[in-house]
């Protein structure tokens, strides 16, 4: 039997600019009606006049489907103006610890600075979408941050926080106890731990941040999409580079997961036995979280299965080399 989707959403995304903005952006816009798009550009996007010209970027990439970005804003030290001025045309304020990731040196190096802004955010009703490690331990990291993340909780208390791509046991009891605060999760922190990355050969297309974690953390990630937990969203964090910069010495971070994210899912629920728990995680949950409703519009997949090709152009996707049991259906839907 067909599933069918209603305006799905990836609320994590990296689409880049230039040739690889054209490469990457029509796989998501062909499974989802939008996505948050994630601004840590070369130069990050941290003005509205920059919002404005990535999004029509995105758009002219796009091409005619109708796909919505969700355009962030680089979090730094705003004033009232910016941020209202910027309010209606973005989704949030993404926040990386500088040098944490991919094009993050331009980030928070202070956290006792940031206050000021955060007060901004919360008064405006702003979400403020966090990359959440400190530069620990890399297995520790997610859970050292949650300190961070309390504080947020704790001292803006009407703020929208957004804990990003959550990997750990840990972040999943930290979510339990602030009611307000929600997340992401990646559909590979879904299916792979550490092993996958670096058990065997060395897999430069499994590397990312926040790496994969134990076996007994994506186990309580899943235990938690599974179940249809109301303030977890789907982010793919598809984040892609090319060959050159992940075959090599000193591999980027990322995974290139857009153009097997919903087939993928769609998999991963029916084989757990709980597609009903599908609807929430990758649309309604985001929905009523940031208060967006998108364009009407379906997405139907079908159980048919599908070889997931060695590359796009110069990038590797995830799976690629492996048989996926469903697929976007090709005419699908009125709008997409
Ligand atoms: C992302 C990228 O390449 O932009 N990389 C990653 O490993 N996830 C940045 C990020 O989200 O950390
Ligand atoms: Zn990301």
Redesign the pocket.
Same mark, same amino acid.
């Given at each position: 039997m067909d599933l069918t989707l209603d305006t799905p959403l990836d609320m994590h995304l #990296?689409l880049r600019q230039g040739e690889m903005l054209d490469l990457v952006a029509p796989f998501s816009a062909a499974q989802f009606a939008g996505g948050a798009v994630?601004p840590?550009l070369v130069q990050p996007v941290d003005s509205l006049e920059r919002v404005r010209a990535y999004r029509a970027a995105i758009a002219a990439a796009c091409g005619t489907a109708a796909f919505v970005p969700y355009m962030t804003l680089f979090f730094r030290d705003y004033d009232r103006r910016e941020l209202a001025e910027a309010k209606d045309e973005i989704i949030g304020v993404k926040l990386y610890p500088a040098g944490i !990731? !991919?094009?993050s040196e331009a980030g928070v190096r202070d956290f006792d600075r940031i206050g000021a802004t955060v007060a901004l955010l919360e008064e405006l009703d702003i979400p403020l979408l966090v #990359?959440g490690e400190t530069g620990g331990f890399v297995m520790e990291r997610e859970q050292e941050f949650l300190a961070v993340y309390r504080w947020l909780a704790e001292t803006f208390p009407r703020l929208r926080l957004v804990m990003e #791509?959550i990997t750990t046991a840990a972040a999943i009891d930290f979510l339990e106890r602030f009611d307000r605060v929600a997340a992401t999760v990646t559909l590979h922190h879904l299916l792979i731990t550490l092993d996958d990355v670096a058990g065997g050969l060395l897999r430069p297309d499994l590397f990312?941040?926040p790496i994969a974690k134990t076996p007994r953390d994506r186990d309580a990630l899943r235990r938690a999409v599974l179940s249809g937990h109301p303030r977890l969203m789907f982010g793919s964090?598809s /984040?892609p #580079?090319p060959r050159h910069k992940k075959e090599c010495l000193g591999c /980027? /971070?990322?995974v290139f997961s857009a153009p097997v994210a919903l087939p993928a899912l769609a998999e991963l629920f029916v084989e757990a036995g709980c597609p009903e728990h599908l609807p929430a995680f990758v649309s309604a949950n985001a929905r009523r979280f940031y208060r967006i409703e998108p364009p009407a519009g379906t997405v139907c997949l079908e159980p048919v299965a599908w070889l997931v090709p060695e590359r796009y152009g110069e990038v590797t996707p995830f799976l690629a080399g492996k048989t996926i049991g469903w697929r976007v259906k090709a005419a699908h839907s009125a709008r997409f």
């Open positions: #990296h994630m840590n !990731t !991919t094009q #990359h #791509h990312c941040k964090d /984040a #580079h /980027a /971070a990322g």
